[in-house]
């Protein structure tokens, strides 16, 4: 265990809601939800503004238009989320080289591998203020909550205490005098299964799991888990900060302007993907077994499918084949976001016969750029229109979209409806590829 307060964790601040109110002036200040935007979809993400009035991510948007309906209900511009991100770690990995990211709006940092000397409570607090000032600098205007502690359990923690755009360093021995009053839920892993089972042990803080001794806790939620519970309930978090993980999987995806709704196309966009990730597979040496897709909906849902193979394979054809085979049992009809294909179960080896012959199979053909008949508008894309120049959808419908001109850079723009049909209106892409 660390003797210092050298464990910092960050989380950028409703992250995906908070890119949208900073590149949409008229949307600062205002509630914002990110998510999917028809009658099934789900929010990702609301803005501090909409979350006064009880909404939160994982709520359906039905319910989150109920209670929230004057909000911006918007679908998510990931090209904008993943530039904000890259500029930020970079900021974190110029604090110290061991950054360990665990999505685009949050990461942990190990301190003591960077320039910082003294780790006492002033010095550790006066950094991470001027630490945030960059992010706050680079990002364009995002705040970020910070937590500093001897583990990244006890930074983790700290860094939910004063959101958003809060900071707290836990001075090293007082940290089991602040858990013990949480609730036990505060333990990661302990989900609402596990919290259930505890609740009916008479378990429901910290300070009550303390109570319980090792044995009972391994006969209660299993040996692995409750050794791991009865540690954390002592704040003993020994994990390290580790900035590259061991790959465990090789994947390919796009995200397409236009809701993607042919079939055939679609099934030709996983086989060259299936090609792209047995090509990386090939190069380093490596095959898998298990084989993925990824679907996100024109709602924002995202699907996942895999199949399992008895052998790793490296080769286009067969990864091509079961990316196929998964797609067959989705209903895509509303149109498609995003596809993917991913290859994990891992090894340095091929049994190159796999099914004792070799068979050339017959692959859709695969279209250079993927057409679509229509042009869909969404609430919160990017667009351009020949005389106005950029902004972003308000709404579309009965064959009008209406577009708000404005950018981060300028004031609050008018408001303008076109044909979608309108030639001098096009997507704006803020993805570099």
């Known amino acids: 265990m660390r003797s210092q307060a050298s464990v910092l964790h960050i989380d950028l601040d409703a992250f995906f809601a908070a890119v949208e109110q900073r590149d949409k002036p008229s949307l600062r200040g205002k509630p914002v939800i990110v998510g999917g935007v028809g009658g099934r979809g789900v ?83 006066a950094f991470a203020h001027d630490l945030r000032t960059k992010v706050y600098d680079v990002s364009g205007g995002l705040t970020a909550s910070v937590g500093i502690g001897t583990s990244k359990f006890i930074a983790k923690v700290a860094s939910d205490l004063d959101k958003p755009d809060g900071l707290v360093v836990v001075p090293p021995g007082t940290e089991q005098e602040l858990l013990r009053p949480m609730k036990v839920t505060v333990i990661p892993g302990v989900g609402p299964a596990t919290a259930e089972r505890l609740r009916r ?85 490596l095959s898998g077994r298990t084989v993925t897709i990824k679907v996100r909906l024109h709602d924002f849902t995202t699907l996942n499918r895999s199949t399992t193979l008895t052998s790793p394979t490296d080769s286009a054809a067969v990864i091509g084949r079961l990316a196929r085979s998964l797609l067959t049992d989705l209903d895509t009809s509303g149109g498609v976001r995003l596809l993917g294909v991913g290859v994990s179960g891992l090894a340095d080896w091929v049994q190159d016969d796999l099914f004792g012959t070799t068979v050339e199979e017959e692959v859709p053909e695969v279209p250079e750029e993927p057409v679509t008949t229509r042009r869909r508008w969404w609430p919160g894309m990017d667009v351009e229109h020949a005389e106005m120049g950029r902004g972003w959808v308000w709404g579309s419908g009965k064959g009008v979209v209406t577009v708000r001109f404005e950018t981060a850079e300028t004031e609050p723009g008018p408001v303008r409806s076109y044909s979608v049909d309108d030639p001098d209106l096009s997507p704006f892409s803020l993805d570099p590829e």
């Open 201 to 285: 042990a008479g378990v429901h803080t910290v300070a009550d799991l303390e109570a319980v001794s090792e044995e009972e806790l391994v006969r209660q939620v299993g040996r692995s888990a409750g050794h791991g519970l009865y540690l954390l309930a002592r704040a003993r978090d020994d994990r390290p900060v580790v900035p590259e993980r061991e790959t465990k999987s090789v994947s390919v995806e796009g995200t397409y302007e236009d809701d993607l709704t042919d079939r055939k196309l679609m099934e030709g966009l996983l086989t060259r993907q299936a090609g792209n990730v047995a090509e990386r597979l090939r190069k380093h040496g």
């Open 43 to 125: 929010v990702a993400t609301a803005s501090y503004e909409a979350r006064a009035f009880g909404v939160h991510s994982a709520m359906s948007t039905r319910e989150a238009r109920a209670r929230c309906p004057n909000a911006a209900f918007l679908t998510g511009r990931f090209p904008a989320y993943r530039e904000a991100s890259r500029r930020v770690m970079e900021v974190l990995r110029e604090a110290s080289p061991l950054v360990e990211p665990l999505s685009l709006d949050e990461a942990f940092v190990d301190l003591a591998a960077g320039d910082l000397v003294d780790f006492d409570v002033p010095s550790v607090t």
